[in-house]
């Protein structure tokens, strides 16, 4: 399928290493966060939700964490695989003016897994 | 359980033509949003509907429009086709409102306008 990942930003990691995938967010009204990732002709993948009452999440090999002073997310993936390989999206939920949400998608970055 | 199903995978249409895209969601699931995706670019968002009725939409002209049907399907409908067009477009749905459930999406339907 076509690159989703053209033009966007490479992290290049080696096989078993940990990954930090990192995200500024826009809005400091944001109050829930999404990690996608989408590999190459396909949609994106739910990872990992966090709220704005956590700073730390964990799930099966990744870690999402949120620091709300400097509108930062990341994504940590231990011990990467070549599965991994792939592009990840932060996303944020901004609220409409009629208190319904729309998810907002950060620019992407391209992780490739080398062996 | 079958995810989001999105129909047909790919199109060709010429500029001027009109398209229909559709989306079938997770069962259960009462909320389906639609996303255009550029190449090497994160999604954008054009509509969001729950329980069959319009509750976002993004920057996008009159010539999108969508709908929701009785069984939470959906259609994202896009007249007078420009070149700029070309695109991903992706559906996603969700048990809840976006505010607090998370979307999951379909592998989309490439549109590609001659």
């Known amino acids: 399928g076509e690159s989703v990942g053209l033009h966007l930003p490479t992290l290049s990691v080696q096989e078993g290493d940990n990954s930090i995938i990192n995200c500024a967010y826009s809005n400091s009204a944001s109050d829930y966060f999404i990690w996608y990732k989408q590999e190459s002709g396909k949609g994106p993948q739910f990872i990992i939700d966090i709220r704005s009452n956590m700073d730390k999440r964990q799930g099966q090999r990744v870690t999402v964490l949120l620091n709300k002073t400097v509108k930062h997310l990341s994504l940590q993936i231990a011990a990467t695989q070549p599965g991994d390989s792939a592009v990840y999206f932060c996303?944020?939920?901004?609220?409409?003016?009629?208190?319904?949400?729309?998810?907002?998608f950060g620019a992407g970055t391209q992780v490739v897994v080398t062996p | 359980d079958a995810g989001v199903t999105q129909s047909p995978t790919h199109l060709i249409k010429t500029r001027g033509q009109q398209v229909t895209l559709r989306c079938s969601p997770i069962?259960?699931?009462?909320?389906v949003s639609w996303y255009q995706q550029v190449l090497g670019q994160g999604p954008q968002f054009i509509f969001q509907y729950y329980e069959k009725e319009e509750r976002g939409r993004g920057n996008f002209p009159d010539r999108f429009s969508a709908r929701q049907f009785p069984n939470y399907s959906s259609e994202l409908n896009v007249n007078a086709l420009l070149l700029g067009d070309s695109a991903l477009y992706l559906c996603a749905s969700s048990s809840g409102t976006v505010s607090n459930q998370p979307q999951h999406f379909g592998d989309g339907t490439r549109l590609s306008i001659l």
């Open positions: 996303a944020e939920i901004l609220m409409t003016t009629d208190s319904w949400g729309k998810l907002q």
């Open positions: 069962s259960g699931h009462k909320s």
